[in-house]
């Protein structure tokens, strides 16, 4: 027979576990995975994975209510008509460019509204480098000279994430700048399959830090992790104590992020999370904050919002 301390502290595992993790959230109201947010017009827009038919939009004024606007992007106006991903959204020079994946190809499509209609341009953006290859998640960091860097997922040792320049249009990639940025080496991200992916950079005090997620999409170990670098050329060197978010406040599956300023200067984290701890989908939009605390990126077990719907 188990001594009775010992069996208390057995059914006690559980909470305790819980606990340590965090109190466990509301469900979000919003079903985007791969979320971005975009600051425009004093509002927030976020764009993500869901619909079937292109990307939706939502909008809020203070990050917890949200609006559905519908199609920022419909598939009629693009030559794909499936896997609309992970979309990103900026703004230069009057037009909105959105970076995106569909049918496991890169696409930029524009429109003069962060709403849309957006529309594509031209075929696959990387083409001219790379034929046919498939390759998903792009996202585009400005740095402060203006020049435009695309990093995106390709599928050369599991999923692993290259970078390259683009040209002046914000659309064209540069052959002579393709290369590889990181793939999988750390214990952490060996959970289920060889997957980094969703990779986000940032900028502070002249360091590069290239934010990504690791694990397979499916796994509760989903989660995210950084590396560093003296230009976003590389080379990158991943950051020892990853992952900085991982199964936070009883959350599973917590990755595919993107990283804004919100409307009072701080610094936020979107992100998705698995539905709940026994289904993946749909999967879910939450949003916290990070900190860059002296050379390091770091969630600072910051609380983490539950977005609501608005009553339509």
Known sequence: MKHPLSLLLILLFPVL??????????????????????????CYYAYG???????????????????????????QHTSETRWFWAPEV??????????????????????????????????????????????????VFFDDDGTAWLFFVRFTDGNCIWSCQ??????????????????????????????????????????YYLTYSANDFRSPQYGIGYATASSPQGPWTKHPHNPILQQASGLVGTGHHSIFTDKHGRLRLVFHAHHDTARVQP????????????SRLEWPRAPILSPTKMVE
Not at 65 to 75: D, N, T, V
Not at 167 to 186: F, G, M, R, W
Request: aromatic letters at 10%; a neutral charge.
């Open 90 to 139: 900026y703004h230069k020079d009057g037009t909105y460019y959105m970076y995106y994946s569909a049918n496991e190809h890169l696409y930029v499509a524009t429109s003069t509204s962060p709403t849309g209609p957006f529309r594509q341009q031209g075929d696959y953006q990387m083409k001219s480098l790379l034929g046919d290859e498939k390759c998903i998640d792009s996202h």
């Open 17 to 42: 576990s819980g606990l340590a993790k965090g109190k466990a959230l509301p469900l979000s109201q919003v079903p985007l995975a791969d979320p971005y947010i975009l600051v425009a017009d004093s």
């Open 166 to 207: 683009l040209s002046a249009d914000l659309i064209t990639p540069i052959a002579a700048t393709l290369q590889p940025c990181i793939a999988v080496s750390q214990p952490w991200e060996q959970a289920m399959g060889r997957v980094v992916e969703g990779p986000y950079v940032v900028k502070h005090k002249g360091c």
């Open 49 to 75: 994975t869901h619909s079937a038919d292109g990307i939706e939009v939502w909008r809020s004024a203070d990050l917890a209510q949200w609006e559905r606007l519908g199609l920022a992007l419909h598939k």
């Open 283 to 294: 999967r879910l939009m939450y949003i916290t904050h990070v900190r860059f605390r002296r």
